[in-house]
C-alpha cells in the first residue's frame, strides 16, 4: 500500500504589515456610502501603490484594514511610513469626526505560507501592535526597529513592554514619530494633569459596538454602565464616573492622555461584537502612563437573554478586574525595592504566605507585611501588599 507523503507546509521569514481604520464602525454607522467609497480611494491612491513601490503584496482585506507581507523590514517600514503621510494629506481636508485614518501594526516573523493567507505568532503580535497603535500611527517590535533604524531615516518613542492577547511573551513596542513637528507641539494643548488619588483609580470607557448594528449600542454601553457601579462598590478602588468617562464615546483616544485628564492609572476599553444569537465582548486593563496592557480577556456568550447575558458579562469582568488592579499595584510597588534589606526580606516572606491563601497564612503576611512598614514605611510594595 503505498502511503501519501505529508503535505509539506510552506514557511518563510517576513515582515508583516497590519492595518485597520480606527473607529470604522462609527464611521459606516453614520454614513456607510460615503465611508466606503472614501476607504476605497485611500488605498488606491496612497496605500496600493506605496505597498507595490517597496516589494510588498496585499495578503488580503479584512473589510476595515489590510493585511501585508514584505520580503524586507526596511521596505515594510519605508512604504508604512509613506502612506501613513499620504493618507493623512489626503484627509487633511476632512472634518475631524469623519476623517479616515489607519493604524498600523509592523513585526518581523517565521510565518506558515498559503496561497490567500498567512499564519503564525508572527502576524498574531503584528495584529496586536496595530491594535494599540494610535489613529495616524505605527508600531513596532524590537525585531523591527534591530533591522531598519540604520538603514531608514525614523524617530521613535518607545512604549516598553507590552503584554498583548494570546502572546505568551511580553513584546518590547516602539512608535514610529512620522509627524516630529506634531509632537513636539502636542504638548502646549495639554490641560495640566489632574493628581492621582491616594487608590487606585480606574476609567471603564465606553466599550466599542462592532456589530454593525446601532441599536446594539444599548448592550455595549448598559455592559460598561454596569462594570462601573459594580466597580464602584469596591472601597478599595476608585472608579470615574460614567457621565466623565461616556464623553470619550464615539472618539478615537490615546489612553495616556485619558489618563491625564481623568486623573486615573488604570484604563478599561474593550469590545462588543454581535453574530446571531452570539455575543463577544473583549475587554483590555491599561496602565494609562505607560499604555502597558495589564490584563486582556474574551468572553462569548448565547443571546438567549439579552439583560441575563448582561449581568452575567457584569459579573465575570468585574470578578476578574478586581484582583487584576490589585496585582497590577503590587508590580508597580515593587519596582522601587525598599531601602532596608531588612524590609525586604519581611517583604518577600509576607507575599510567601500570601501565596499559601490559608487563613493562618494570611494572618502571618499581615505581620511581615506591617514589620516591612515598620522598617521602612516608604516602600509602598509593603502597602499594596497589607491591603491585598
Known amino acids: 500500500m503505498v502511503q501519501d507523503r505529508p503535505v509539506r507546509v510552506e514557511r518563510r521569514l517576513s515582515a508583516i504589515l497590519a492595518a485597520d481604520v480606527a473607529g470604522y464602525s462609527r464611521l459606516m454607522h453614520d454614513d456607510e456610502e460615503a465611508t466606503h467609497a472614501k476607504l476605497t480611494g485611500l488605498l488606491a491612491r496612497g496605500v496600493e501603490p506605496a505597498i507595490a513601490e517597496h516589494g510588498g503584496r496585499i495578503v488580503k482585506c479584512t473589510g476595515d484594514g489590510f493585511l501585508a507581507e514584505f520580503p524586507s523590514a526596511v521596505?515594510?517600514?519605508?512604504?508604512?511610513?509613506?502612506?501613513?503621510?499620504?493618507?493623512?494629506?489626503?484627509?487633511?481636508?476632512?472634518?475631524?469626526?469623519?476623517?479616515?485614518?489607519?493604524?498600523?501594526?509592523?513585526?518581523?516573523?517565521?510565518?506558515?505560507?498559503?496561497?490567500?493567507?498567512?499564519?503564525?505568532?508572527?502576524?498574531?503580535?503584528?495584529?496586536?501592535?496595530?491594535?494599540?497603535?494610535?489613529?495616524?500611527?505605527?508600531?513596532?517590535?524590537?525585531?523591527?526597529?534591530?533591522?531598519?533604524?540604520?538603514?531608514?531615516?525614523?524617530?521613535?518613542?518607545?512604549?516598553?513592554?507590552?503584554?498583548?492577547?494570546?502572546i505568551a511573551r511580553p513584546v518590547h513596542v516602539y512608535r514610529i514619530v512620522i509627524d516630529p513637528g506634531r509632537r513636539t507641539a502636542a504638548p502646549k494643548t495639554e490641560g495640566p494633569a489632574l493628581a492621582l488619588p491616594d487608590k487606585p483609580s480606574v476609567a471603564v470607557l465606553p466599550l466599542t459596538n462592532m456589530s454593525g448594528d446601532p441599536e446594539q449600542e444599548f448592550v455595549s454601553d448598559g455592559i460598561a454602565e454596569d462594570v462601573i457601579t459594580a466597580l464602584s462598590r469596591y472601597p478599595s478602588l476608585f472608579v470615574i464616573a460614567r457621565n466623565s468617562s461616556f464623553t470619550y464615546k464615539g472618539r478615537a483616544v490615546d489612553v495616556r492622555?485619558?489618563?491625564?485628564?481623568?486623573?486615573?492609572?488604570?484604563?478599561?476599553?474593550?469590545?462588543?461584537?454581535?453574530?446571531?444569537?452570539?455575543?463577544?465582548?473583549?475587554?483590555?486593563?491599561?496602565?494609562?502612563?505607560?499604555?502597558?496592557?495589564?490584563?486582556?480577556?474574551?468572553?462569548?456568550?448565547?443571546?438567549?437573554d439579552v439583560f441575563a447575558v448582561q449581568d452575567e458579562l457584569t459579573e465575570a469582568l468585574t470578578t476578574a478586574l478586581a484582583p487584576a488592579i490589585a496585582d497590577a499595584e503590587l508590580r508597580r510597588a515593587m519596582r522601587k525595592p525598599p531601602g532596608s534589606l531588612d524590609a525586604w526580606a519581611a517583604y518577600q516572606r509576607g507575599l510567601w504566605h500570601l501565596s499559601k491563601a490559608t487563613a493562618d497564612d494570611d494572618d502571618t503576611a499581615e505581620k511581615f507585611f506591617r514589620q516591612a512598614i515598620g522598617l521602612d514605611p516608604t516602600f509602598g510594595g509593603s502597602y499594596s501588599a497589607l491591603a491585598l
Not at 519605508?78 to 509592523?106: C, H, K, P, Y
Not at 446571531?276 to 473583549?282: E, K, L, P, Q, S
Open 75 to 166: 521596505e515594510a517600514v519605508r512604504a508604512a511610513m509613506q502612506f501613513q503621510s499620504r493618507i493623512n494629506e489626503l484627509a487633511t481636508g476632512d472634518a475631524e469626526d469623519r476623517r479616515i485614518l489607519f493604524r498600523v501594526g509592523l513585526n518581523i516573523g517565521d510565518i506558515i505560507v498559503e496561497a490567500h493567507d498567512i499564519f503564525g505568532d508572527g502576524v498574531n503580535i503584528a495584529a496586536r501592535l496595530e491594535s494599540i497603535a494610535e489613529p495616524g500611527g505605527i508600531c513596532i517590535s524590537q525585531s523591527v526597529l534591530n533591522h531598519a533604524r540604520d538603514k531608514v531615516n525614523f524617530d521613535v518613542e518607545e512604549a516598553g513592554e507590552q503584554i498583548l492577547k494570546n
Open 257 to 304: 492622555q485619558v489618563g491625564r485628564e481623568l486623573g486615573v492609572r488604570y484604563v478599561l476599553e474593550g469590545s462588543v461584537r454581535k453574530a446571531g444569537n452570539r455575543i463577544r465582548v473583549t475587554a483590555q486593563l491599561i496602565e494609562a502612563a505607560t499604555s502597558n496592557h495589564v490584563w486582556a480577556e474574551r468572553y462569548d456568550r448565547d443571546l438567549a
